[in-house]
């Protein structure tokens, strides 16, 4: 202090002042300010009340904040759902900031395998699927006061369920004289009529956006790589336009991403005379760190570029984007009726995504958003997505529905009902798991009890239960474990341990952790947790009891097709079984591109298949 010098720590203290009081400067200029009062009042008036406003108008961040400081919580908790893990993560470290609180007292936030909460926490943001998992323990939802159910259009499966359970919980809460539930609908986009008329005719408030003029560009020609296409936009936008007027990509997936990032970063080394280019990706699985970069001001003097998937459509707003580039496709689960099954494939958006997507350009200034296909190819996209739920496999859900205690899963009040045949087909996929058994209704069996306490696909956590029998869990859970993550392989850019025997760190240690959390399940239902030692037939036998419906033969041309549809798959090229092509094999998932490929494949014998399920696969004859 002699010298004059500020001592570090006050100057720190005042820095972190600063930032603080630019926060609540952001907060009061945000969109959804001025109707602050409007939205408190409406909340107390009515039970359940629909929100709209444009993305990055401040309903997720805000409103929550605006229900607490309102003593709206009473005590209890406001949840606010997310479908996607990300926005859940991500948005709660933003309002810890604003409420200038450690992450996980005051504000916290509650995913698959994470949980930072604590008894404190009065906003939790979650995931849907966590809420209603929550449900099946305490289907009244009585830790909660108001539950914000945001970004309602995605219809999620696990939303629409929600849906239903949360309006059950508000009825039933009413009628059992307890302190009554709040439920707030969000979005930037949805269908108001539809959504109002299910929350018993709730009323809607539109908040005021701020939306600057977007020129759309059309494809002269349809393009058949979209991802070439995305480059060769960006470099056209990229050598012309000056720094700072940042540009988002919309592709579809985490590997489609990465390798368009790093092609960019390629490039870009080889052009002089334009600004530094930024890039990030942005997608669910991206490790929370690395997608809070997306976030941060570009740097003086150079470009950002964010290549995401459909997050960035309205769940997260990206500040700076001048430019959108669409390549009007999404990674999307498409059910296959006949096996029953979900496959992953690139599909067409829809119009309101598509509008939505161009809709990111126009944020802080009037902007221009480059659409990688033709005017004509755009009046054929449908007008909404098709919820979910009508387009998935339920087998999770129904199952889910079941330990609620909801049995008639065919009346249960969805907003939009899945088909008849598809629950129908759930509940024979749950019989043939022996989850659940048909005496004059469905109900669940004490097996069918134990697999709806994880968190899991069924026939995952079949296999987990089918492991005590063969003794070996220790191994199945390790398995599980690194089926639920995305991949801990990986191609090594430099050296260290992980890099040299190509590991991803950061994904094993989560399938670290989410081992330690099944095996924490598996010890509370008191399942034996043992080893098989060197022996693989017992692992493969316990696999064989979860997939059997997810088994394929090889064929005499030396193509596989499938025992429950016959139709014609691969192997991917990343397995080691590529080129030794067993006789059979599980696989975990099917992915649509060039061909249909199945990964994460186990060899089996063909006679486990018909221990397992004898009556699935009397009229299906493997090995015959
Ligand atoms: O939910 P909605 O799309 O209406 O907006 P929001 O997620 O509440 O975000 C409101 C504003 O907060 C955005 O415009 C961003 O500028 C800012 N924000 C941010 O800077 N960093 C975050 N992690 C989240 C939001
Ligand atoms: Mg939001």
Request: net charge positive; with cysteine.
């Amino acid at each position: 202090m002699t010298n004059g010098q500020i001592p570090k720590k006050m100057r720190l203290g005042s820095n972190e002042d600063d930032f603080y009081q630019r926060l609540q400067q952001q907060r009061r200029s945000l969109p959804i300010h001025p109707a602050r009062g409007r939205l408190i009042h409406e909340v107390q008036r009515h039970s359940s009340v629909i929100v709209i406003g444009e993305t990055g108008s401040g309903k997720t961040t805000q409103i929550p904040q605006y229900l607490y400081e309102a003593g709206l919580h009473r005590n209890a908790v406001i949840a606010v759902t997310q479908p996607r893990r990300v926005a859940a993560i991500t948005i709660s470290k933003r309002v810890a900031q604003e409420k200038k609180t450690e992450l996980g007292h005051l504000v916290g936030y509650c995913v698959r395998f994470e949980d930072v909460t604590t008894d404190s926490t009065k906003l939790k943001y979650m995931t849907d699927g966590m809420l209603l998992r929550e449900a099946i323990l305490d289907p009244l939802l009585k830790r909660y006061s108001v539950v914000i159910l945001d970004e309602a259009h995605e219809r999620t499966i696990h939303t629409d369920v929600l849906f239903g359970v949360v309006k059950a919980a508000q009825r039933q809460r009413a009628e059992q004289g307890l302190k009554h539930i709040k439920i707030v609908v969000m979005s930037a986009t949805m269908d108001v009529d539809h959504f109002s008329k299910y929350f018993n005719n709730a009323p809607v408030l539109y908040l005021e956006g701020r939306q600057y003029p977007i020129q759309v560009f059309y494809s002269v020609e349809h393009q058949t790589d979209y991802m070439f296409a995305s480059l060769v936009t960006l470099f056209q936008i990229h050598k012309k336009e000056p720094a700072q007027k940042d540009v988002l990509i919309f592709l579809t997936g985490q590997e489609e991403i990465e390798s368009a990032v790093k092609s960019i970063r390629d490039i870009a080394k080889e052009i002089t005379g334009a600004p530094n280019l930024v890039v990030y990706p942005l997608y669910s699985s991206l490790p929370s760190f690395a997608q809070m970069r997306v976030f941060q001001p570009t740097p003086e003097g150079c470009r950002k570029v964010v290549v995401a998937t459909n997050i960035a459509e309205t769940s997260v707003t990206i500040q700076g984007i001048k430019f959108v580039i669409d390549s009007g496709m999404v990674k999307a689960k498409v059910y296959n009726p006949n096996s029953g099954l979900d496959l992953l494939k690139v599909v067409r958006v829809a119009k309101d995504q598509a509008l939505q997507r161009t809709g990111r350009a126009g944020r802080e200034a009037p902007g221009i958003c480059y659409r990688l296909y033709t005017e004509d190819e755009f009046e054929t996209f449908s007008n909404t997505t098709v919820p979910e739920i009508q387009r998935c496999n339920l087998a999770s859900v129904v199952l889910q529905l079941l330990a609620m205690h909801i049995t008639d899963v065919a009346a249960f009040d969805f907003m939009d009902k899945p088909s008849p045949e598809a629950v129908k087909k759930a509940l024979e996929q749950l019989e043939l798991l022996s989850a659940v058994e048909k005496r004059e209704r469905y109900k669940l069996t004490p097996l069918g009890r134990q697999m709806a306490a994880f968190p899991l696909d069924p026939r995952l956590s079949k296999v987990i239960l089918t492991a005590k029998d063969f003794q070996c869990l220790e191994e199945i859970l390790t398995i599980v474990s690194v089926l639920s993550v995305d991949s801990v392989l990986f191609t090594p850019p430099n050296k260290q341990w992980c890099h040299e025997n190509f590991i991803d760190m950061r994904n094993m240690k989560t399938a670290q952790e989410v081992r330690r959390q099944l095996k924490e399940i598996c010890e509370r239902q008191e399942l034996p947790i043992q080893s098989c030692g060197r022996d693989t037939v017992p692992i493969r036998k316990c696999l064989a009891a979860g997939f059997f419906m997810s088994a394929a033969e090889l064929q005499r041309e030396g193509e596989y097709v499938t025992l429950s549809t016959r139709k014609v798959v691969s192997i991917h090229p990343s397995s080691v079984l590529f080129r030794c092509k067993p006789g059979y094999v599980l696989y975990n998932e099917l992915t649509q591109t060039s061909k249909c490929y199945m990964r994460d494949l186990c060899v089996i014998d063909a006679e486990w298949l018909y221990d397992t399920a004898p009556n699935y696969f009397r009229n299906k004859k493997p090995g015959r």
